[in-house]
């Protein structure tokens, strides 16, 4: 005999069928035979609860529903099933759950409409941010001794020292991507020696910067999303404004001087590593030896070169801290929404990055530097 839920149509002397339903109809049995019973075609005139062993509120559910869609009456109920069905009986509804769908045009139109809204609200928020941020730095001008010092020398070593080792390997295999690739494709012109210019003045003003820029983003501006926005979730921002203390001045402030201040540091340092595996390539690709390729580079490498990336990298650093802090004090109602934002916050930051150097790109080659 079948511990589990099961079900039989009965034909009776009389010529009606009866649907005898037998054993366990609880919330944990009654799963393997459930849409069987709700796929149950041709009419039957009963529904019959004499050889049900146990039931539960599902397992009634189950019985009216069944015995309401083909206008059977229940049968041979115990006084618990008795109970239970006159409970669910009145819950009943046969309305219609799936929603009408609107026309496609109309469709386009709303959702276009949400995200229009959508842009307003966030660019509000945006400058409600951005002014708070002004409003606290001004706030520690005036008051210095409030400024988070432990704060900034913490958020200084997160973004800056602890991310060396990964900025320098990445810059380093970049060098000498840059340095094979581009002595291959010189050496068709007879001009492999310019790898030297190749490998110094790309990594100097452009791939150091962007790319540090990038691994910030990525490393830093996310944590700084995800610390916030769990914060935020947890209560602890709200419980910082109870006792006076303003999150924009101890969390947000220290984050953006940290990411500022260290951006031109790792830009420089990753152009340097990018340089020395250039180098080594070099010496064994081309046969330039690696301290004459070091030389060379202070030749041919303008000096513009490296204030284009000093200009550069604080205005990453800049938007890279942006995105991460005004993403994490986004963050509301689950911890579902954690994750959203810090993904939002990486996105738009590399976003922004990538745009802005290119503007960055077409100023300096108007300016001559280029």
């Known amino acids: 005999m079948s511990e589990g839920a099961s079900f039989s149509l009965q034909e009776q002397d009389d010529g009606t069928t009866v649907l005898r339903?037998?054993?366990?109809?609880?919330?944990?049995?009654?799963?393997?035979?459930?849409?069987?019973?709700?796929?149950?075609?041709?009419?039957?005139?009963?529904?019959?609860?004499?050889?049900?062993?146990?039931?539960?509120?599902?397992?009634?559910?189950?019985?009216?529903?069944?015995?309401?869609?083909?206008?059977?009456?229940?049968?041979?109920?115990?006084?618990?099933?008795?109970?239970?069905?006159?409970?669910?009986?009145?819950?009943?509804?046969?309305a219609e759950t799936t929603p009408e769908r609107d026309p496609l045009f109309r469709r386009v139109a709303m959702m276009t409409g949400e995200r229009v809204v959508e842009f307003g609200h966030n660019l509000l928020d945006l400058l409600s941010f951005a002014g708070a941020i002004v409003a606290g730095f001004g706030r520690l001008l005036l008051h210095p001794g409030r400024f988070p010092h432990k704060a900034l020398f913490r958020q200084l070593e997160l973004v800056g020292i602890n991310a060396l080792p990964i900025i320098g390997l990445m810059s380093f295999l970049i060098g000498i991507v840059i340095a094979q690739q581009g002595a291959v494709q010189l050496e068709q012109f007879g001009a492999e020696t310019l790898t030297v210019n190749l490998v110094g003045r790309i990594t100097m003003r452009e791939l150091g910067v962007l790319m540090t820029a990038i691994m910030v983003a990525g490393r830093s501006g996310s944590a700084f999303a995800a610390q916030i926005g769990t914060m935020k979730l947890t209560e602890e921002v709200d419980a910082m404004r109870t006792i006076g203390i303003s999150p924009v001045e101890a969390l947000v402030l220290p984050r953006i001087l940290a990411a500022v201040l260290m951006?031109?540091?790792?830009?420089?340092?990753?152009?340097?590593?990018?340089?020395?595996?250039?180098?080594?390539?070099s010496?064994?690709?081309?046969?330039?030896?690696?301290?004459?390729?070091?030389?060379?580079?202070?030749?041919?490498?303008?000096?513009?070169?490296?204030?284009?990336?000093?200009?550069?990298?604080?205005?990453?650093?800049?938007?890279?801290?942006?995105?991460?802090?005004?993403?994490?004090?986004?963050?509301?109602?689950?911890?579902?929404?954690?994750?959203?934002?810090?993904?939002?916050?990486?996105?738009?930051?590399?976003?922004?990055?990538?745009?802005?150097?290119?503007?960055?790109?077409?100023?300096?080659?108007?300016?001559?530097?280029?």
């Open 21 to 94: 339903l037998a054993g366990p109809y609880l919330v944990s049995t009654i799963g393997p035979i459930d849409q069987d019973l709700r796929a149950l075609e041709g009419g039957f005139s009963a529904v019959d609860l004499g050889d049900v062993s146990q039931i539960d509120t599902v397992g009634a559910w189950m019985a009216c529903t069944v015995a309401g869609a083909h206008d059977a009456e229940i049968r041979n109920a115990s006084d618990r099933a008795s109970r239970l069905i006159d409970a669910v009986q009145g819950s009943i509804n046969k």
């Open 283 to 370: 010496e064994f690709a081309l046969g330039i030896p690696f301290w004459n390729f070091l030389e060379r580079i202070q030749d041919v490498v303008p000096t513009y070169d490296l204030w284009v990336g000093l200009i550069k990298a604080p205005v990453f650093g800049l938007i890279v801290a942006l995105a991460g802090c005004y993403q994490g004090m986004q963050v509301r109602g689950n911890s579902e929404e954690v994750g959203s934002r810090t993904t939002k916050a990486v996105v738009q930051a590399i976003f922004m990055v990538i745009v802005l150097d290119a503007f960055f790109a077409v100023f300096f080659t108007e300016i001559g530097w280029g």
């Open 263 to 281: 951006m031109p540091l790792l830009g420089f340092y990753s152009a340097c590593v990018a340089i020395v595996g250039g180098a080594v390539v």
